[in-house]
T-cell receptor, first 117, second 115 residues
Framework: DSGVTQTPKHLITATGQRVTLRCSPRSGDLSVYWYQQSLDQGLQFLIQYYNGEERAKGNILERFSAQQFPDLHSELNLSSLELGDSALYFC????????????????FGEGSRLTVL | KNQVEQSPQSLIILEGKNCTLQCNYTVSPFSNLRWYKQDTGRGPVSLTIMTFSENTKSNGRYTATLDADTKQSSLHITASQLSDSASYICVVRGPFSGGYNKLIFGAGTRLAVHP
């Protein structure tokens, strides 16, 4: 158990709909990362937050948005869903903001599997 | 361009055999390199971390090597077990830019261990 909690574990919805994925980081971790993993593909970085602020952006679509709340949990909002958005969405947390040559390890949750029909 | 390339893309070995997975990177400057193991449908878990000054590091039957001059890392698995079947992902912590060190992920090597 990594200590990172993601809900829901599974989600089935229709095209055009909107869903929210939730992530609770490990206790004490300030950084939250979101990744998308399509079937048989590698992890694609979406976005990172540190202590409530957006820190880095990857290949995140405009239809997707995220935020990190004062209690450090994070939500990833996916709207106007398309078939191609079906994927595993992972949240990861780490202690630091990645400033400097630190050795921060990412701790991943078990993922939220989104199926768009 | 900062990239991490892994080979082979997939590998099938028999239980008890050894194997070596490769990771080549063009990331510069380099902070550290981690190998993660990802079981199917699960989140990745860190196996080892290599910093610039380290050449070899072991974690049980897993041994990682790093050659910072050639920018290559390998993950050697000894006496493979069925539970080693997973994807192995190489992640390089790269340049410090915009206030943080960017993480660059490889696409992973999918290992299948057959009885």
């Amino acid at each position: 158990d990594s200590g990172v909690t993601q809900t829901p574990k599974h989600l089935i919805t229709a095209t055009g709909q909107r869903v929210t994925l939730r992530c609770s980081p490990r206790s004490g971790d300030l950084s939250v990362y979101w990744y998308q993993q399509s079937l048989d593909q590698g992890l694609q970085f979406l976005i990172q937050y540190y202590n409530g602020e957006e820190r880095a952006k990857g290949n995140i679509l405009e239809r997707f948005s995220a935020q990190q709340f004062p209690d450090l949990h994070s939500e990833l909002n996916l709207s106007s869903l398309e078939l191609g958005d079906s994927a595993l969405y992972f949240c990861a947390s780490s202690v630091s903001s990645d400033r400097g040559p630190n050795t921060g390890e990412l701790f991943f949750g078990e993922g939220s599997r989104l199926t768009v029909l | 361009k900062n990239q991490v390339e892994q080979s082979p893309q997939s590998l099938i070995i028999l239980e008890g055999k050894n194997c070596t997975l490769q990771c080549n990177y063009t990331v510069s400057p380099f902070s550290n390199l981690r190998w993660y193991k990802q079981d199917t449908g699960r989140g990745p878990v860190s196996l080892t971390i290599m910093t610039f000054s380290e050449n070899t590091k072991s974690n049980g039957r897993y041994t990682a090597t790093l050659d910072a001059d050639t920018k290559q890392s390998s993950l050697h698995i000894t006496a493979s077990q069925l539970s080693d079947s997973a994807s192995y992902i190489c992640v390089v912590r790269g340049p410090f830019s915009g206030g943080y060190n960017k993480l660059i992920f490889g696409a992973g090597t999918r290992l299948a261990v057959h009885p």
